[in-house]
């Protein structure tokens, strides 16, 4: 065999072989594709759905805590149990709220600010955790009133624990609660909601779906609802 013969079949050679190599490499793609394109499909569907619904401020849902009057002025509050301006609104709104309870549709949703308020998120999982066990809105009272306090400690759990134990409530449920997967992601949607709303900072307010400078005074409170009573 000439040399020339010898290098044309060591070419032909290498060529069936990176042909060989390259038939290897499309069957494994489509093996690939075959196998891990639904698991892709069926993960990005769970991702979504994982994620759970997102309400408008003009909304309500089942999983919201809502009181007052169901046909009422729909008053969404998005609040920071740590935040020391949302305990003043939340005092505002108690003594505003027997002159528009009737009136009113007060909800009230999660925006923990955690890069500023350490046990903000804590707050919120307990506060989920008390109303699991029917009682909400005394834990959110709780939460408010001693904000000042609660807000220096290191570990606020006990100090938690005590508030579901004063309520009458099953401490060792709050426990097992405050980690479960759907109440981690109520809050998680609220803070989307939140966020796709408009909300920048805490207490954000919207009255009938429209946001409205954060009330002052409770009579400001009142002149809201009354105006949109008015509507």
Same mark, same amino acid.
């Given at each position: ?16 072989? /990176?042909?060989? *190599? ?10 690939a594709? &075959?196998?891990?394109g #639904? ?13 759970g619904?997102?309400?408008?401020p %003009? ?6 805590h809502? *009181?007052?009057? @169901? ?6 509050v998005?609040?920071? &149990?740590?935040? @020391?301006?949302?305990? =003043?609104?939340?005092?505002?709104? !108690?003594q505003a ?11 009230f949703?999660?925006? @923990? ?20 066990q $029917?009682? &909400?809105?005394?834990?959110? +009272?709780?939460?408010?009133? =001693?904000?000042?306090?609660? /807000? ?7 100090? &938690?624990? $005590?508030?579901? !134990?004063?309520? $009458?409530?099953?401490?060792? *449920?709050?426990?097992v609660?405050?980690?479960a997967? +759907?109440? %981690?992601?109520?809050?998680?949607? +609220?803070?989307?909601? $939140?966020?796709? /709303?408009?909300?920048?900072?805490? #207490?954000?307010?919207?009255?009938n779906?429209?946001?409205? #400078?954060? @009330? ?8 809201? %609802? =009354?105006? !949109?009573? !008015?509507?």
């Amino acid at each position: 065999m000439s040399k020339r013969e010898e290098q044309k079949k060591i070419r032909e050679q290498k060529q069936r072989e /990176s042909e060989q *190599r390259t038939a290897r490499q499309k069957l494994v793609a489509k093996i690939a594709m &075959f196998v891990l394109g #639904p698991l892709l499909v069926i993960t990005v569907i769970y991702a979504m759905m994982g994620q759970g619904e997102v309400y408008s401020p %003009i909304e309500i849902a089942e999983v919201d805590h809502v *009181r007052g009057n @169901p046909e009422g002025v729909k008053l969404v509050v998005y609040a920071d &149990f740590q935040c @020391p301006a949302c305990a =003043n609104e939340h005092l505002l709104m !108690a003594q505003a709220w027997n002159s528009i309870a009737n009136r009113t549709q007060m909800v009230f949703r999660h925006y @923990p600010l955690t890069t500023t308020h350490p046990h903000a998120w804590t707050a919120a999982t307990y506060a989920e955790a008390a109303g699991r066990q $029917g009682k &909400f809105w005394e834990m959110y +009272d709780l939460l408010f009133v =001693n904000q000042a306090y609660w /807000s220096t400690l290191g570990d606020v759990r006990a100090e &938690f624990e $005590g508030y579901i !134990a004063q309520l $009458g409530l099953d401490v060792e *449920r709050a426990r097992v609660d405050i980690r479960a997967d +759907d109440l %981690i992601q109520k809050i998680r949607n +609220d803070q989307r909601s $939140g966020t796709r /709303s408009g909300v920048r900072s805490t #207490p954000t307010i919207f009255v009938n779906g429209r946001l409205v #400078p954060t @009330p002052r005074t409770t009579a400001e409170i009142v002149a809201l %609802i =009354n105006a !949109a009573t !008015a509507t």
